[in-house]
């Protein structure tokens, strides 16, 4: 990663803004003393009262560029499109050369679609920050000398943190106390690998990366533990004075790409149609400024002008209904992602498996029942003040049923685990002062410490052919589904202050805990599911392989390959794209191993979710396409994420996999719908005005078109999908879509010609007759063709939603009774006699008919559509 240029705690804050928050800008190069002089406050940490009184100091926790935007921002942000502040521009001018009317009426229109698009946008913004707000990180602090769990965001300066493997660190602050704590701060300085950080005093032009006694914002805990004294918390901390520059933008997401190209196929053909019309119209002599709004009317009504606000409130839908089923969404365009996900990678623990961990057996070296090796075990699992798990609580609660009494020993010191290591060790003292170093961990990283075997007799030599009959024994439990750790103890020196991973050396092995996790009773049927979906689930674990494989067998998920750690450090990248898409189980690997696999599958063109919960998944939740956690994550996994599901399980994956698809599926249908029907009435509205003496419609009833047509295609957001759209991944298709808004759109404009005939020829309509009429039949086939569009099958055979067919008929009644309102001549329309009215509607029955035997051909060359 490039370092920051010019990064430094102490960059002059931009004017207003309350950044200075201690006394001292250099609180590195203090005492801990000192410091709590200075920021007032204890060992205790503050009062509750004195916190309170801070946080409306100082602000809350947070940083300006990621907070929510206001509802004046978002009102503003609609009138950001060119084509809007192009047409007040054009409306202007008319009003300036005495068009008032005109010049009122298209400001009237343009007032009541962004109003329309600002309420909507809104709404869903509201809707999803309520949603995301049920996801919280929240930071351990000392108050009142208390320890409490709160929202990271009420953190202010003064307050004690205290720190743990996975805690994202909350703000600026220095350490007081550490026991083995390394700290990823990567993203502030560069560096590769973890460091380290401790009590020291360091001087006051250190830069960034040597105040090791320093932690900082937005980066997190790797092992270890520590207590911290906040400084600095919001934007005076490091991370928030240069949160412009480290604020990178998320990779763009696969529909973030569609959406950017269909953006520009319509600039393109936009471009060429409003020039191309406005100069014949000028050519012939027509009035240059009715010219004018009808060419910027007739590229207004090209484009999907409400697509924004469509895609927001689609996308705010399928959040909500997402939430319903325990999945809270924290980034909204990874929605379509979940959808288009053909690959979904996790670990088996509480997925594939019930995810509650049982101790099977604390075991001797004879591999029988040992209440030593339980006690051992638990005074392990109880001391350890690291990263909370399943395993530890397993012990604890087997040790609590057999009425265990650890109350004569006291914890004397801890050395935390780490995923070098994957061992932790406690150092326990009994009643007489004597001193024990209990060591848990993986089996193999416990073996490779040891030099003796304990036994009933006492401690003998770790032979050869011992090691050779455990590791056979374990590789037997392992193939039965159990997963192994070892146990090792040794007596350590009263004399010494604190211990490090240096002395984990020269143990006698004591025994093994055998821990059970059976799969789940329904993960079989889901499997299944996901499959018929078109989603490969593939487990990428840290376990062994045959533990691996027991889960894998036991759920009945096909194994088409296995490749371990070992396999993947001799492999070069070309050969792992070609091998993990082959592979469904990947066992013994470590976070960057993972990261490394969710590439490769990227590589070869899958999109690919990860599902994870550790500090050591976080390196695949940020590279994968859709990263999902869990709520009882640690935060530097839950923030990674895209997703946060409230309870770990495959069955809500399936259901969320659905509502992506769904949401897709809404979307585009807003997309094909608008821009098919919207493109053949500009065709034909352009090719009209080169041919009449006049213009087909004026730029008022144009824009008041595309206006009523837009309002029912806002519910399409909870219209009903049919189930082959939500059968198999989807992607986003530009040339489908161009292929479809030509074909749909001259199917349009042949109607449109068909009755700019009977209008003329049969009816020999007046200038205000033709435009009234063809206005009433191009709205009234925009609405209905979106009850057409909408589905591949006979339209009536697809139930709409309840919403968009009664908000589609209404608009129908709307454009029928239209020309009799006595208001109405202001756009220029006048009453229809009752047989033009007839056969306007005659029209839009065979255009219908049209449609869907057009539809029929269409999808039937069609292969892979959106795929």
């Known amino acids: 990663m490039k370092v920051l240029p010019g990064l430094s705690a102490s960059k002059p804050p931009k004017a207003g803004e309350m950044i200075t928050q201690t006394t001292s800008t250099a609180y590195w190069s203090l005492t801990p003393e000192r410091l709590f002089s200075e920021v007032n406050t204890s060992r205790n940490g503050l009062t509750p009262a004195d916190a309170g009184q801070r946080l409306k100091q100082y602000g809350a926790n947070t940083i300006e560029a990621q907070q929510q935007a206001t509802a004046f921002r978002l009102l503003l942000s609609q009138f950001k499109s060119p084509l809007v502040l192009i047409l007040i521009f054009a409306a202007i001018v008319s009003g300036i050369v005495g068009e008032w009317v005109d010049a009122s009426i298209v400001l009237a229109i343009i007032l009541g679609s962004t109003i329309l698009g600002f309420v909507q946008e809104y709404t869903a913004s509201n809707a999803v920050e309520k949603l995301r707000s049920q996801v919280t990180l929240k930071s351990n602090l000392l108050r009142g000398g208390q320890p409490q769990m709160l929202p990271s965001e009420q953190v202010v300066p003064g307050d004690l943190v205290m720190l743990s493997a996975g805690s994202l660190i909350p703000a600026d602050g220095l350490v007081l ?21 401790k009590p020291a005093t360091v001087p006051e032009n250190a830069s960034l990366s040597q105040r090791i006694n320093c932690v900082f914002r937005g980066t997190s805990a790797s092992s270890g533990t520590a207590q911290v004294l906040i400084v600095q918390t919001g934007r005076a901390t490091v991370f928030g004075q240069v949160a412009d520059r480290l604020r990178l933008r998320p990779p763009e997401t696969e529909f973030e790409r569609g959406i950017r190209h269909f953006g520009n196929l319509l600039t393109q053909v936009m471009l060429v149609m409003v020039v191309i019309v406005m100069a014949v119209n000028v050519f012939l002599a027509k009035p240059i400024i009715d010219s004018l709004l009808f060419a910027l009317a007739l590229a207004v009504g090209l484009t999907p002008e409400l697509l924004p606000a469509i895609i927001s409130i689609t996308l705010a839908h399928g959040a909500q209904q997402m939430a319903k089923r325990g999945v809270i969404v924290r980034r909204l365009t990874s929605i379509e992602n979940f959808g288009s996900m053909d690959v979904l990678c996790t670990d088996k623990t509480g997925t594939l498996t019930e995810g509650i961990v049982h101790l099977d057996g604390a075991l001797d070296t004879q591999g029988q029942p040992s209440e030593s090796v339980l006690r051992y075990a638990y005074l392990n699992a109880r001391y350890q003040t690291g990263l909370n798990n399943s395993l530890d609580e397993a012990i604890q609660a087997a040790a609590q049923k057999a009425n265990l009494d650890i109350s004569a020993e006291q914890k004397v010191d801890e050395i935390p685990y780490d995923f070098i290591r994957k061992r932790l060790s406690v150092v326990i003292a009994n009643a007489q002062g004597e001193r024990t170093l209990i060591t848990k961990g993986a089996l193999d990283k416990i073996l490779s410490i040891c030099t003796g075997l304990q036994s009933v007799d006492g401690i003998h030599p770790f032979e050869a052919a011992t090691r050779a009959e455990i590791e056979k024994q374990y590789s037997e439990w392992s193939e039965k589904g159990f997963r192994v750790l070892g146990l090792a103890t ?23 805990l055998l821990f059970l996790d059976p799969p789940k009773a329904d993960v079989q049927q889901v499997i299944i599911d996901l499959a018929k979906r078109g989603v490969q689930l593939k487990i990428i674990t840290g376990d062994n392989q045959k533990v691996a494989r027991h889960v894998a067998e036991g759920v009945n998920l096909p194994l088409q390959g296995v490749l371990t750690g070992s396999d993947l450090n001799t492999m070069n990248d070309e050969a792992l794209w070609h091998l993990a898409e082959r592979t469904t189980l990947f066992a013994e690997v470590d976070p960057n191993q993972k990261e490394r696999i969710i590439l490769a599958l990227q590589k070869t063109r899958h999109v690919v979710g990860y599902m994870g919960d550790g500090i050591n998944d976080a390196p695949a939740l940020h590279a994968a396409d859709v990263g999902l956690s869990v709520d009882t994550a640690v935060d530097v996994a839950k923030d990674a994420a895209e997703f946060v599901l409230l309870k770990k399980d495959l069955a809500i994956l399936r259901q969320g996999i659905d509502e992506g698809r769904s949401t897709f599926a809404n979307t585009l249908k807003y997309i094909l719908t608008t821009i098919s029907a919207n493109f053949g009435n500009m065709f034909s509205m352009a090719g009209a005005s080169l041919l009449l003496p006049f213009l087909p419609l004026l730029a008022p009833q144009i824009l008041l078109n595309n206006f009523l047509s837009d309002i029912p295609a806002i519910t399409i957001a909870s219209d009903n999908v049919d189930p082959e759209m939500t059968g198999k991944p989807r992607h986003w298709n530009t040339r489908f879509i161009r292929n479809y808004m030509v074909l749909f759109g001259m199917v349009s404009s042949i109607f449109d010609f068909l009755t700019f005939g009977i209008l003329l020829f049969l009816f020999r309509a007046s200038p205000e007759e033709f435009r009234t009429g ?59 006699p009752a047989p033009l009215m007839l056969a306007m509607l005659g029209l839009t029955v065979l255009y219908v008919l049209a449609t869907e035997v057009t539809k029929k051909i269409f999808y039937s060359r069609v292969e892979n559509v959106i795929a």
């Open 177 to 197: 106390e550490a026991n083995d704590f390394f700290v990823n701060q990567a993203v502030l300085t560069g560096e590769t690998f973890p460091v380290e950080k």
């Open 490 to 512: 040794k007596s350590v020196d009263k004399q010494v202050e604190t211990y490090s991973f240096t002395d984990e050396n020269g143990l006698a092995f004591a025994g093994f």
């Open 774 to 832: 063809w206005f009433i039949e191009s709205l009234i086939t925009e609405l209905v063709i979106a009850l057409v569009v909408r589905t591949r099958h006979v339209f009536f055979r697809s139930r709409p939603g309840k919403l968009l067919l009664v908000s589609t008929l209404i608009f129908i009644g709307i454009a029928v009774v239209l020309p009799y309102l006595p208001f109405i001549a202001v756009f220029g329309f006048v009453p229809l």
